[in-house]
């Protein structure tokens, strides 16, 4: 996980996680999250972050390692609400962790959850899986929006979280060209198609 500063300086924060992927602060960003798509240590992490921008040493908020399900690891992208409680997807659904860790419930779909996104008046949460776009109003919401920003995917796909004083926190993933390959044929399946439901109670597909 890298920090890139105002000045376009770019500082290697984290080089412990085999394969991070989410990111995301808290709401007061006193604390930076990462999960890690790791068969061996799937897990949502959490890093204190100090007052000169880096991290402290990171702990394991929560344990995924449960939701473990080959192909598909461990936790994707998420989501942090108003509260900071995490909305992550995973193998299976959504899961909703606290602050603490605690696990406060789970959005099964089962279907391997890729990523979630908030929307309209920011109490929609927008979930990814399997060939279906997910649709579910919740009582929480986003602390705040940001634009959307696309990026290249040309050989590498990159992730990032930005914090009110503008810095970006990114890390970037290689992907096999066969994972690419994959990935544009699912995105061309998703814009012909949907999915005619999900088990529990996940929302409508749309």
């Known amino acids: ?5 105002h000045d376009g300086a770019l500082t290697l924060l984290i080089n412990d996680i085999k394969a991070p992927n989410g990111i995301a602060f808290s709401p007061d960003e006193k604390t930076l999250f990462v999960s890690a798509v790791d068969p061996k240590r799937a897990a949502w992490l959490a890093y204190d972050v100090k007052a000169d921008g880096t991290v402290a040493e990171g702990r ?14 461990g936790p994707d992208g ?5 509260k900071g409680n995490i909305f992550g997807a995973r193998p299976g659904g959504i899961s909703v962790i606290a602050p603490d860790g605690a696990l406060l419930g789970t959005i099964e779909t089962g279907q391997p959850m ?11 949460l927008f979930m990814t899986g399997g060939s ?20 290249s ?19 970037i993933v290689g ?15 998703l814009t012909r198609t ?3 439901g999900a088990t529990g109670n996940a929302g409508d597909p749309i």
């Open 1 to 5: 996980v890298y920090r890139l500063s």
């Open 78 to 82: 998420f989501k942090v609400d108003r």
């Open 60 to 73: 394991v908020l929560f344990d995924a390692m449960r939701w473990r399900k080959d192909p598909f690891f």
């Open 132 to 151: 279906s776009v997910y649709r579910l109003r919740v009582t929480t919401g986003a602390d705040r929006y940001y634009p959307p920003v696309r990026l």
């Open 114 to 124: 890729s990523n979630v996104a908030w929307g309209e008046d920011g109490q929609t």
């Open 153 to 171: 995917a040309a050989g590498r796909l990159s992730f990032s979280t930005v914090s009110t004083q503008g810095v970006i926190w990114l890390h």
């Open 175 to 189: 992907f096999h060209p066969l994972h690419r390959r994959r990935s544009r044929q699912n995105s061309s399946a």
């Open 194 to 196: 949907h999915s005619a």
